[in-house]
């Protein structure tokens, strides 16, 4: 008996009908899946038309060198496109890139802000890269690499660049054999950024880390017997003691002894890119610690501790930004001692490392608030002291928690060093811009000065933003 | 036997102020008292001091002297024979508005944006991530600059909209002719009523009744509309059957505010070009649409982010839900996921429209005159006060913020999850 209504044999599978494959399927179902999908679509669509047919013409009529003035640059998208075309003009950034990026810094001292700039990226490579060795010597190489390019790009072929790419080798050297080693070098960063940026003699921020070393050595022999906050005040009452009555005398001796120094850049030569970074840099870098404490302070059981902490986070994140700078350039000459009168640059950063600590707080609470109970009781059961417990347990889960938090605040604050120019400081977006804009030879450009500003923000923004993601997927420790 | 173990009664000694950490909290408290009054004496004494060596005192008296500038835009009237305090709150004033302004236009532009992010149209949603990314990562100051730069130099001059005889102008008005954008301003049609309620003076204050009567008119229409809401939803649960009403809202929301301006008799005064400019209608200056189109576009990009994680913070079990409900997409945007994502979206929200207000202080980039324009800028200037006017002003902003975080706060009370 045979079942010839079975089939024997099993039919090869169709191919799918057009519609259902490849491009048209992912077209239909990403683009036109609904009236209103469609809509959507041709909506971006036309907005995207006009945006491309506004600009382009405008792009790639540009003019890039060959003119030094507006009118140059009108002349030249005539000639080439004819008399009714637009066309941008970026020679004005050929011609003054250098102000944009270091303001009126001397230019046959440029070196010492690239040489500085490079060095940043060394002293940041082990704390960014902390668990990948390889990252870091590979990081290094490649900023000494492009640091020599900029050298030579800005300065010629000169001893600087011999010299500053001998110690950007060095550091690679270290970085790809003793990556730890390179801690140091993150230590040390801040004395020599203020000295290759600023000049004058190497005694001044040596003497200045020698304060430093004595509040680690002054903690070294108090903490064990009083505990780390009477440490910590101790040692910090003599370093303040070394800063103020004998720093000076300290390093005038040693610069008659072994004299020393970089030619001095005052304070009113910094601009444009350099400014902005000095700022941001210096504050990002103190208002984390300080944010910290803060938050440790609105926690706190002590009562005058938890009111003051409170207080001054609320007034400082009340008041807008530029408020505080004013009051660095107008208030604080009646809140010191009479004669006093110290750099504008450094008023600036001490207001804006205030601002934006108290909005560091805030965040830092956050995370600390979203620890469980848990976590605390557990350190006091393991008997771990404050310090310890928060050091052990409750810092690296709480900090964990608040990077993106923390990263949009620094972010934000790099994004605030443009408010420096309010208060007469060549800023590369308003300070900047504005003197290019008033010369006679670029009268009437605004799209390309903007355009260039906003792009070297936009990178070092997104840079961040993006670098905290990959922080938050490498600290991840939950499943999934 | 005790049940409590008494604490050891050991004889006080000075060292336990240190070492023990019942009484050693009290010493921490007690230094940084110490420090802190010494830190403010130090402050007030230099102050002082300074203040003597410069012969000046702390007096706020210049407030009621002739403040002798102008500010073109004012909400309470306003001239240079008034006093400084007049045009703080002038400068107060607008600051507010442009603050308002920036939030209305930027919550709604924010929550389209954060909304179409999400979306499943491949195209859309990569050119909003596009826009997030360039608005966020950008300084706002630039984006206030650019507007203000591109508005006041590209437009064309007021002249050139001169019509002549058998010629076409340079330049022509937007929409239908009504609005003129040139490089001075934007002139606007101003709206006149034929027969207005009376004004009436509140000391320093006009009050115009009959903006009153419309504000009063429309929120009692809104009310009445909540509350046909309410009997909808109370005849749906009764019957299963809900009445159409969406034409009773509209009439409800529509007639009473239409049938007052009509008893009133609106019209609009459009700015026409005579002589060398225009005139009629209202100028709006360049420096309140850069403001007010910088902060819009720049926290748009900030409140879609913070609508966009929100709405992923609602688990994803609640949208399959309501589609295995049946529920429209849309509908489940607007029913299900909004109001849970609202909750997680408000806190962040606030903070939002906290820095939204503190930087309408920018405006000094186009030199709006708002609160710092006006007490923290001109009359700063003039008086030579910088200590009287600069506490001031951060009063004032400090007085803002907290009362704009202890509204929402309020707020965010009333919406947050009621558990047990």
Same mark, same amino acid.
């Given at each position: 008996?045979?079942?010839l209504?079975?089939?024997?044999d099993?039919?090869?599978?169709?191919?799918?009908?057009a519609?259902?494959?490849?491009?048209i399927?992912?077209?239909?179902?990403?683009?036109?899946?609904?009236?209103f999908?469609?809509?959507?679509?041709?909506?971006a669509?036309?907005?995207?038309?006009?945006?491309?047919?506004?600009?382009?013409?405008?792009?790639?009529?540009?003019?890039?060198?060959?003119a030094?003035? $507006?009118?140059?640059?009108r002349a030249?998208?005539?000639?080439?496109?004819?008399p009714?075309?637009?066309g941008?003009?970026?020679?004005?950034?050929?011609?003054?890139?250098?102000?944009?990026?270091?303001g009126?810094?001397?230019?046959?001292?440029w070196?010492r802000?690239?040489l500085? +700039?490079?060095?940043?990226?060394?002293?940041?490579?082990?704390?960014?890269?902390?668990?990948?060795?390889?990252?870091v010597a590979?990081?290094?190489?490649?900023?000494?690499?492009?640091?020599?390019?900029?050298?030579?790009?800005?300065?010629?072929?000169?001893?600087?660049?011999?010299?500053?790419?001998?110690?950007?080798?060095?550091?690679?050297?270290?970085?790809?054999?003793?990556?730890?080693?390179?801690?140091?070098?993150?230590?040390?960063?801040?004395?020599?950024a203020?000295?290759?940026?600023?000049?004058?003699?190497?005694?001044?921020p040596?003497?200045?880390?020698?304060g430093? $070393?004595?509040?680690?050595?002054?903690?070294?022999?108090?903490?064990?017997?009083?505990?780390?906050?009477?440490?910590?005040s101790?040692?910090?009452?003599?370093?303040c003691?070394?800063w103020?009555?004998l720093?000076?005398?300290?390093?005038?001796a040693?610069?008659?002894?072994?004299?020393?120094?970089?030619?001095?850049?005052?304070?009113d030569?910094?601009?444009?890119f350099?400014?902005?970074?000095?700022?941001?840099?210096?504050?990002?870098?103190?208002?984390l610690?300080?944010?910290?404490?803060?938050?440790?302070?609105?926690?706190?059981d002590?009562?005058?501790?938890?009111?003051?902490?409170?207080?001054?986070?609320?007034f400082?994140?009340?008041?807008?930004?530029?408020? $505080?700078?004013?009051?660095?350039?107008?208030?604080?000459?009646?809140?010191?001692?009479?004669?006093?009168?110290?750099?504008?640059?450094?008023?600036?950063v001490?207001?804006v490392?205030?601002?934006?600590a108290?909005?560091?707080a805030?965040?830092?609470?956050?995370?600390?608030?979203?620890?469980?109970?848990?976590?605390?009781?557990?350190?006091d059961?393991?008997?771990?002291?404050?310090?310890?417990?928060?050091?052990?347990?409750? $810092?690296?889960?709480?900090?964990?928690?608040?990077?993106?938090?923390?990263?949009?605040?620094?972010?934000?604050? +790099?994004?605030?060093?443009?408010?420096?120019s309010?208060?007469?400081?060549?800023?590369?977006?308003?300070?900047?811009?504005?003197?290019?804009?008033?010369?006679?030879?670029?009268?009437?450009?605004?799209?390309?000065?903007?355009?260039?500003?906003g792009?070297?923000f936009?990178?070092?923004?997104?840079?961040?933003?993006?670098?905290?993601?990959?922080?938050?997927?490498?600290l991840?420790?939950?499943?999934? | 036997?005790?049940?409590?173990?008494?604490?050891?009664?050991?004889?006080?000694?000075?060292?336990?102020?240190?070492y023990?950490?019942?009484?050693?909290s009290?010493?921490?408290?007690?230094?940084v008292?110490?420090?802190?009054?010494?830190?403010?004496?130090?402050l007030?004494?230099?102050t002082?001091?300074?203040?003597?060596?410069?012969?000046?005192?702390?007096?706020?008296? !210049?407030?009621?002297?002739?403040?002798?500038y102008?500010?073109?835009?004012?909400?309470?009237?306003?001239?240079?024979?008034?006093?400084h305090?007049?045009?703080l709150?002038?400068?107060?004033g607008?600051?507010?508005v442009?603050?308002?302004?920036g939030?209305? !236009?930027? %919550?709604?532009?924010?929550?389209?944006?954060?909304?179409?992010?999400l979306?499943?149209?491949?195209?859309?949603?990569?050119?909003m991530?596009?826009?997030?990314?360039? !608005?966020?990562?950008?300084?706002?100051?630039?984006?206030?600059?650019?507007?203000?730069?591109?508005?006041s130099?590209?437009?064309?001059?007021?002249?050139?909209?001169?019509?002549?005889e058998?010629q076409?102008?340079?330049?022509?008005?937007?929409?239908?002719?009504?609005?003129?954008?040139?490089?001075?301003?934007?002139?606007?049609?101003?709206?006149?009523?034929?027969?207005?309620?009376?004004t009436?003076?509140?000391?320093?204050?006009?009050?115009?009744?009959?903006?009153?009567?419309?504000?009063v008119?429309?929120?009692?229409?809104?009310?009445?509309?909540?509350?046909?809401r309410?009997?909808?939803?109370?005849?749906?649960?009764?019957?299963?059957i809900?009445?159409?009403?969406?034409?009773?809202?509209?009439?409800?929301?529509?007639?009473?505010?239409?049938?007052?301006?009509?008893?009133?008799?609106?019209?609009?005064?459009?700015?026409?070009?005579?002589? !060398?400019?225009?005139?009629?209608?209202?100028?709006?200056?360049h420096s309140? %649409?850069a403001?007010?189109?910088?902060? %819009?576009?720049?926290?748009?990009?900030?409140?879609?982010?913070?609508?966009?994680?929100?709405?992923?913070?609602?688990?994803?079990?609640?949208?399959?839900?309501?589609?295995?409900?049946?529920?429209?997409p849309?509908?489940?945007?607007?029913?299900?996921i909004?109001?849970?994502?609202?909750?997680?979206?408000?806190?962040?929200?606030?903070?939002?429209?906290?820095?939204?207000?503190?930087?309408t202080?920018?405006g000094?980039?186009?030199?709006?005159?708002?609160?710092?324009?006006?007490?923290?800028?001109?009359?700063?200037?003039?008086?030579?006060?910088?200590?009287?006017?600069?506490?001031?002003?951060m009063?004032?902003?400090l007085?803002i913020?907290?009362?704009?975080?202890?509204?929402?706060?309020?707020?965010?009370?009333?919406?947050?999850?009621?558990?047990?």
């Amino acid at each position: 008996m045979s079942l010839l209504y079975v089939r024997r044999d099993m039919l090869a599978p169709q191919a799918p009908p057009a519609s259902q494959t490849g491009a048209i399927r992912w077209i239909r179902e990403n683009l036109f899946s609904g009236p209103f999908n469609t809509i959507l679509t041709l909506l971006a669509i036309w907005t995207l038309y006009q945006l491309i047919a506004l600009s382009w013409p405008w792009l790639a009529n540009g003019v890039w060198s060959d003119a030094n003035s $507006m009118a140059d640059c009108r002349a030249v998208v005539a000639a080439n496109a004819g008399p009714d075309a637009s066309g941008a003009c970026w020679a004005m950034i050929r011609e003054r890139w250098h102000q944009f990026i270091f303001g009126f810094y001397p230019p046959e001292l440029w070196w010492r802000p690239i040489l500085t +700039f490079a060095l940043l990226f060394v002293a940041l490579a082990p704390v960014l890269y902390s668990d990948n060795k390889g990252a870091v010597a590979k990081m290094c190489g490649v900023v000494g690499v492009l640091m020599v390019l900029c050298l030579i790009g800005a300065d010629g072929f000169s001893a600087h660049t011999v010299f500053a790419a001998a110690v950007m080798a060095a550091l690679t050297a270290i970085a790809a054999t003793k990556p730890r080693l390179l801690l140091i070098v993150t230590l040390l960063f801040p004395f020599v950024a203020l000295w290759l940026l600023w000049g004058g003699a190497v005694w001044g921020p040596i003497v200045a880390l020698i304060g430093f $070393m004595v509040l680690a050595v002054v903690y070294g022999f108090v903490a064990p017997k009083l505990g780390p906050v009477m440490g910590a005040s101790i040692g910090f009452i003599a370093a303040c003691l070394w800063w103020l009555l004998l720093q000076s005398y300290v390093s005038e001796a040693w610069q008659a002894l072994l004299p020393f120094e970089l030619i001095e850049v005052d304070s009113d030569k910094f601009g444009g890119f350099l400014l902005a970074f000095v700022i941001g840099v210096a504050s990002i870098s103190i208002s984390l610690p300080l944010g910290i404490l803060l938050a440790l302070g609105r926690r706190s059981d002590m009562l005058l501790i938890k009111t003051l902490s409170v207080g001054f986070i609320e007034f400082v994140r009340g008041v807008p930004l530029i408020t $505080m700078l004013f009051t660095a350039s107008l208030l604080l000459q009646y809140f010191l001692p009479p004669q006093t009168n110290f750099d504008l640059i450094l008023r600036v950063v001490i207001l804006v490392t205030i601002f934006s600590a108290a909005y560091n707080a805030e965040v830092v609470r956050g995370g600390l608030a979203a620890l469980p109970r848990g976590q605390y009781e557990a350190a006091d059961a393991l008997g771990l002291d404050y310090w310890q417990a928060q050091r052990l347990i409750i $810092m690296p889960q709480a900090l964990k928690i608040s990077i993106p938090g923390i990263v949009s605040t620094f972010i934000g604050l +790099f994004k605030d060093t443009t408010l420096v120019s309010f208060v007469g400081l060549a800023d590369p977006l308003r300070g900047i811009t504005t003197i290019v804009r008033a010369d006679i030879a670029w009268k009437g450009i605004y799209w390309e000065p903007y355009i260039f500003v906003g792009g070297i923000f936009f990178i070092v923004c997104f840079g961040m933003s993006r670098y905290s993601m990959y922080l938050e997927n490498k600290l991840k420790t939950d499943h999934s | 036997m005790t049940l409590v173990t008494e604490p050891p009664k050991a004889n006080f000694r000075l060292g336990m102020l240190i070492y023990d950490t019942r009484y050693r909290s009290y010493t921490i408290q007690v230094i940084v008292l110490i420090l802190f009054l010494m830190g403010v004496a130090w402050l007030a004494n230099n102050t002082i001091e300074n203040l003597a060596a410069k012969d000046k005192d702390i007096n706020f008296g !210049f407030l009621w002297n002739r403040a002798g500038y102008d500010i073109d835009q004012h909400l309470i009237p306003y001239t240079n024979d008034d006093t400084h305090f007049r045009a703080l709150l002038v400068g107060l004033g607008n600051t507010l508005v442009v603050a308002l302004v920036g939030c209305f !236009f930027s %919550t709604i532009l924010g929550v389209i944006i954060g909304v179409l992010r999400l979306s499943k149209n491949w195209l859309v949603a990569r050119l909003m991530t596009i826009y997030i990314e360039i !608005f966020r990562n950008i300084p706002l100051l630039l984006w206030i600059i650019l507007v203000y730069v591109v508005f006041s130099e590209t437009r064309p001059a007021p002249r050139d909209f001169k019509i002549v005889e058998g010629q076409t102008s340079a330049a022509h008005m937007n929409f239908f002719d009504t609005i003129a954008v040139t490089n001075r301003g934007t002139n606007v049609p101003a709206p006149l009523l034929t027969n207005p309620l009376p004004t009436v003076h509140l000391g320093f204050l006009p009050i115009s009744l009959s903006l009153i009567a419309v504000i009063v008119v429309i929120a009692a229409s809104i009310y009445a509309n909540i509350l046909l809401r309410r009997r909808t939803k109370v005849v749906q649960e009764a019957t299963g059957i809900r009445p159409t009403i969406w034409w009773k809202s509209l009439l409800i929301l529509c007639v009473p505010v239409v049938a007052l301006l009509f008893a009133m008799g609106l019209h609009w005064e459009y700015p026409v070009f005579k002589g !060398f400019n225009f005139n009629g209608g209202i100028n709006i200056a360049h420096s309140f %649409t850069a403001l007010t189109i910088a902060l %819009t576009l720049y926290y748009a990009s900030v409140i879609a982010e913070t609508v966009r994680a929100g709405i992923q913070a609602i688990s994803r079990g609640q949208s399959e839900a309501s589609a295995a409900l049946g529920i429209r997409p849309g509908r489940i945007m607007s029913l299900v996921i909004l109001p849970q994502a609202l909750r997680v979206i408000i806190p962040p929200l606030i903070s939002q429209y906290l820095s939204l207000t503190k930087d309408t202080s920018l405006g000094i980039a186009v030199s709006y005159l708002d609160l710092r324009g006006t007490l923290g800028g001109i009359t700063l200037n003039q008086t030579g006060r910088e200590l009287e006017c600069m506490t001031l002003m951060m009063l004032i902003y400090l007085i803002i913020s907290l009362i704009i975080s202890a509204v929402m706060n309020a707020y965010n009370a009333s919406v947050k999850l009621k558990e047990r």
